[in-house]
């Protein structure tokens, strides 16, 4: 929701049924809901066989179930290939222990090499070996160790079928949500009357505010506050939630707090990260319950947008330093506006020092009645920002005026890309600023303070925002991302906005042969980084991850929100727009593809850490109440 928070405020800039997700939504993932999804699975492999299944060991499973494959006696009743879709069942973890004895043997070798088979997947994933000689020393049964078990658990659980596979929703729905997280997740970024910037800030509706005293619910939207990002937020909580990372910086997330106990065991990281298929990836964002949650509102929702900033706060700053420590030294932001998002990052502690780049002198001058005021920032810092546990907080802030782009040079009226500024006109913006690269800019124009500050700064983190000319500003910052510090990167981690319409005009006004969602990612894998479609997953697309149905479909009407054949929940999600019903969407206000995309220096160290807490691996979860890194009693609700 990158570009919507701005637009709120400046108008910126497989539906196959499949047994697993199906049986998912129709029981809503209650506490039992593992073991009748078994129990499914079994009788679809008895009729699929007429014989007496083996006894799988299934026991009541209670709140905490946690899956493991259990490999029983499964030449007891073969495989048939009738039933492709079959899998071996999953149980509790004392369940596994239990079968750890029954001495399957051979036998689950030939149903692993079935399964594949009906799947295409024999090459892709390697054959699992036997324990170790440690593990047959402990237990001589025992034919696999718990990791091939878990490694195998997931294989398995992932088999996909010729039209894309299983597509795996997760527990979600306002039902399976305990009600103090749905409040969070409502109000993310509770906000004080005092900060508003005028009585026309969207927030005037909700500042100040509870979810009760707002008088808004997941479970029942209240119309009088359509547009606002506490609606967005509420209507959000209808779609899967996919991952969802603890939050450290309470009460500025959406996600429960963070078990202390669980943060300083470093063996919760993921070691590895084993891709989906790129046709897989596809096929998860456009399922009919999932895209409207990547279609966000002029950017990905805050519930998703704001995972990697919990995620990297609690990785880089609460393990690696003291707790509550800024996890950056510096955070860059290019397409600034008068600092809305730079202000939401300081209310996190989200670094010590800020730079921010916009093209519209007026928003300088609105900055500096916000922010750049020492008195307005000193109260800000006191009341807005997060503060238990955390030491002193005195971050500085440098603005420079410029249109960005990968060529320095000449003068540009940016309003002609702002296709969405409503009904503001022209001439009631200075909207004209010099043109330069990142780098042209970066230090060298920085005041004498700053440029030391830049030096000495380990560690930065780049938010984009430029409509549409994000490519272009990439491609002129590249001496500030090979920026070194000792054996790293200054710049590992970038948060930028892809807007379909917004890169069009681009390239058509300076009459480019490609310019679009390929190219972003193909420029961002050339300078390094992996790039990842923010949302319930954040869904990889580079590094062998791309699939040209992704270009297409953001091009197409189908993406747009007009699509109801496909996707209903459009006109829940976006009332306004179908007054009597239909799509009041035209040409010279057309919905558009827009969404947020996180990118991650390949090569740092804890990016598998990373990609598998965000999602974007087999080895991810999806959320889950029980999930032992929430901590429920720790979760501050914010004291007015």
């Known amino acids: 929701m990158l570009c919507a928070w701005l637009l709120l405020v400046f108008s910126c800039g497989i539906s196959a049924s499949l047994e697993f997700s199906d049986s998912c939504h129709k029981l809503e993932c209650s506490a039992d809901a593992g073991e009748a999804i078994l129990l499914q699975k079994a009788t679809v ?123 795996d929703l997760g527990t979600y729905g306002v039902s399976v949500i305990p009600a103090p997280i749905a409040d969070k997740m409502v109000i993310s970024n509770p906000f004080k009357c005092a900060f508003l910037i005028d009585a026309n800030d969207p927030r005037y509706k909700t500042c100040g505010k509870t979810a009760q005293d707002i008088g808004i619910k997941a479970t029942a939207l209240n119309v009088l506050l359509q547009g606002t990002v506490e609606y967005f937020n509420a209507a959000r909580l209808q779609f899967p939630l996919g991952s969802l990372p603890c939050c450290t910086t309470d009460p500025y997330c959406a996600a429960p707090s963070c078990n202390p106990n669980w943060l300083k065991a470093p063996q919760n990281d993921f070691a590895a990260c084993t891709k989906y298929a790129p046709a897989a990836n596809f096929a998860y964002m456009t399922h009919p319950d999932v895209y409207p949650a990547y279609h966000g509102v002029g950017g990905s929702f805050e519930l998703d947008l704001q995972k990697h900033w919990d995620l990297l706060s609690y990785l880089l700053g609460f393990r690696d330093a003291e707790p509550n420590h800024p996890p950056f030294d510096l955070v860059i932001d290019l397409g600034a506006n008068s600092g809305l998002v730079t202000e939401r990052l300081v209310s996190r502690r989200f670094a010590k020092d800020y730079i921010l780049v916009e093209a519209s002198p007026p928003l300088r001058d609105l900055f500096n009645t916000r922010l750049g005021d020492p008195f307005w920032q000193q109260k800000f810092l006191s009341e807005q920002s997060m503060r238990q546990g955390a030491a002193e907080f005195k971050p500085h802030f440098e603005w420079l005026t410029h249109v960005l782009s990968d060529e320095s040079g000449g003068m540009l009226d940016s309003f002609s890309y702002q296709y969405n500024w409503a009904d503001w006109k022209p001439e009631q913006l200075n909207t004209t600023a010099e043109v330069a690269t990142v780098d042209s800019i970066i230090p060298s124009k920085l005041s004498a303070d700053f440029t030391t500050r830049f030096k000495q700064a380990q560690s930065a983190y780049v938010k984009i925002d430029t409509e549409g000319f994000d490519e272009k500003v990439l491609r002129g910052m590249k001496n500030l991302l090979q920026e070194k510090r000792g054996d790293g990167f200054l710049v590992n981690f970038m948060m930028l906005e892809f807007c379909a319409q917004c890169m069009e005009r681009v390239r058509e006004t300076y009459d480019l042969d490609s310019y679009d969602l390929k190219t972003l990612m193909q420029t961002l894998e050339d300078l390094g980084f992996e790039a990842f479609i923010i949302g319930p997953r954040y869904l990889p697309l580079t590094h062998g991850s791309w699939d040209d149905q992704f270009l297409d479909f953001s091009q197409s009407p189908e993406s747009q929100r007009c699509n109801l054949a496909k996707y209903p929940k459009f006109k829940d999600l976006f009332p306004e727009a179908f007054p009597e019903g239909e799509c009041t969407d035209t040409e010279e206000k057309p919905d558009t593809f827009s969404a947020d995309i996180f990118a991650i220096r390949s090569s740092f160290p804890k990016a598998p850490a990373i990609k598998g807490a965000l999602g974007s691996c087999k080895e991810s979860g999806t959320f889950s109440p029980n999930d032992p890194q929430y901590d429920w009693k720790g979760m501050a609700l914010y004291d007015w």
Do not use: F
Request: hydrophobic share 35%; glycine share 4%.
């Open 45 to 167: 492999r008895q009729n699929a066989n007429q014989e007496p299944l083996p006894q799988l060991g299934l026991n009541q499973m209670g709140p905490t179930w946690e899956p493991q494959v259990v490999y029983a006696q499964l030449d007891a009743a073969p495989v048939n290939p009738a039933a492709p879709t079959w899998s071996p069942e999953v149980t509790s973890a004392s369940d596994a222990k239990h079968t750890a004895s029954m001495q399957a043997g051979p036998s689950i070798w030939s149903d692993i090499q079935h399964i594949r088979s009906l799947s295409g997947q024999d090459e892709q994933v390697p054959l699992l070996s036997v324990a170790s000689e440690a593990d047959q020393a402990q237990d001589p049964n025992l034919h696999l160790s718990q990791a091939q078990i878990n490694q195998l658990k997931l294989h398995l659980s992932q088999a996909q079928d010729p039209n894309g596979g299983d597509i």
